[in-house]
């Protein structure tokens, strides 16, 4: 079966810097792979998607995120973040052709600014 | 997000009966509900195409889902437990094939 880690529970950054957060996934094929946002007391806003093809996909918000499948993983990144990006983030997997688009999450990490 | 819409909004619930309700303005032939509990990310519950029930993840028998037509989904729960205290997520997708999902803003269930 499909997973993901997501290795860190929190990122903490300052205004302005870039921003790095990982996601692994455990699949002996090429999954279809998602980022959402998850901001406080809210439901989950897609970010971007990946579906076979170009490994660099770009997202809202000068999100973007990269597939690697030697690593897999599909790490999103961010040049310089806004406090408007604090939230949780979770990345997510599903597999194609199976006829039940399960979404697979993993543990979510907490994106902060240092004040 | 008046794409999906979910009610009620929060829930509070002793030992009790209570349906939550989904609608979607999409279009949409696939319907989810993913339960997320605290500091905890979302788990499907189960999955609907065309209002038939495609999956049913390990949910205790006390959640009933029912699809009366293709753009609304129920969750019924009867004598709930303390561990059903979770937002619910009522979620849409084209077709059961098709990964881009849109969410409800959920509801809010705590359980005294």
């Known amino acids: 079966a499909q997973s993901v880690t997501q290795p860190d529970a929190r990122v903490t950054v300052s205004e302005g810097a870039s921003l790095q957060l990982r996601c692994k996934y455990s699949y002996f094929g090429t999954p279809y792979l998602f980022w959402y946002v998850q901001y406080p007391r809210q439901g989950l806003q897609l970010l971007l998607k990946y579906y076979p093809g170009d490994p660099v996909v770009q997202g809202v918000n000068g999100f973007e995120a990269e597939f690697s499948k030697s690593n897999s993983s599909f790490h999103l990144r961010k040049a310089s973040v806004h406090w408007s990006d604090w939230a949780v983030y979770f990345c997510a997997v599903s597999i194609p052709g199976t006829g039940s688009n399960r979404l697979t999450f993993g543990k979510g990490t907490k994106f902060s600014l240092i004040p | 997000n008046t794409k999906i819409t979910q009610s009620p909004r929060y829930l509070i619930l002793g030992r009790a009966n209570k349906s939550l309700e989904c609608e979607q303005h999409?279009?949409?032939?696939?319907m989810y509900w993913y339960k997320q509990s605290a500091e905890k990310p979302p788990e499907l519950m189960f999955l609907?195409?065309?209002?038939?029930?495609?999956r049913n993840e390990t949910v205790p028998s006390r959640f009933i889902p029912e699809c009366p037509d293709s753009s609304k989904l129920l969750l019924h729960i009867s004598a709930v437990d303390p561990e059903d205290s979770a937002v619910y997520f009522c979620?849409?997708?084209?077709?059961?094939?098709?990964?881009?999902?849109?969410f409800g803003s959920g509801t809010r269930l705590l359980v005294i």
């Open positions: 999409l279009g949409h032939n696939a």
């Open positions: 609907y195409n065309l209002k038939q029930l495609i």
């Open positions: 979620a849409s997708s084209p077709d059961r094939t098709n990964s881009d999902y849109t």
